[in-house]
């Protein structure tokens, strides 16, 4: 095996400010690293316990924002409300053949796919397929 795990995702944001607001704000991530990098800041926030960061980077303008990011939650309709109570649009959640879902996108356009996390959908593979275009 050459490659043993995925440790950090890229996304790109204008203002790492207002991203930490969403990330750990709204969406309740834990901030795993915040260091002066000669760009502006290493930041990384993640769901808590979990392995994989997101780097909210600013130093790339040019860098389309990411689409189609799978991530999983526990509660599809309370993070739909909690998206909804602080104004970002999102779609769902759904029914789908794999599973229920939930799109959105971050303040800078990053589009996430939310899959439901159960017992079912671990075990069989669901939750898993790819999203809508409002994510990509």
Same mark, same amino acid.
Not at 45 to 60: I, R
Not at 86 to 103: F, I, K, N, S, Y
Not at 125 to 131: K, L, R, S, Y
């Given at each position: 095996? %050459?490659?043993?795990?995925?440790?950090?995702?890229?996304?790109?944001?204008?203002?790492? $400010?207002?991203? @930490?607001?969403? %990330?750990?704000? #709204?969406?309740?991530?834990?901030?795993?690293?915040?260091?002066?990098?000669?760009? /502006?800041?290493? =930041?990384?926030? !993640? *769901?808590?316990?979990?392995?994989?960061? @997101? @780097?909210?980077?600013?130093?790339?303008?040019?860098?389309?924002?990411? /689409?189609? =990011?799978? #991530?999983?939650? *526990? +509660? =599809? +309709? !309370? =993070?739909?409300?909690?998206?909804? $109570?602080?104004?970002?649009?999102?779609? /769902?959640?759904? +029914?789908?053949?794999?599973?229920?879902?939930? @799109?959105?996108? +971050? *303040?800078?356009?990053?589009?996430? #796919?939310?899959? !439901?996390? &159960?017992?079912?959908?671990?075990?069989?593979?669901? /939750?898993?397929?790819?999203?809508?275009? &409002? &994510?990509?």
């Amino acid at each position: 095996m %050459y490659i043993s795990a995925v440790t950090t995702v890229t996304l790109p944001v204008r203002d790492q $400010e207002r991203a @930490l607001a969403f %990330y750990a704000g #709204v969406l309740d991530l834990e901030v795993r690293t915040d260091n002066p990098f000669p760009m /502006g800041r290493w =930041l990384t926030v !993640a *769901p808590k316990g979990e392995g994989t960061a @997101l @780097l909210l980077a600013s130093w790339f303008p040019d860098m389309a924002p990411v /689409g189609g =990011l799978v #991530v999983a939650a *526990p +509660d =599809l +309709d !309370a =993070l739909a409300a909690r998206l909804r $109570e602080h104004d970002v649009a999102c779609e /769902g959640p759904t +029914d789908e053949p794999w599973g229920r879902q939930l @799109l959105f996108r +971050d *303040p800078d356009g990053n589009g996430f #796919v939310v899959s !439901a996390r &159960a017992s079912t959908a671990a075990s069989t593979g669901a /939750g898993t397929g790819a999203g809508t275009a &409002a &994510a990509r």
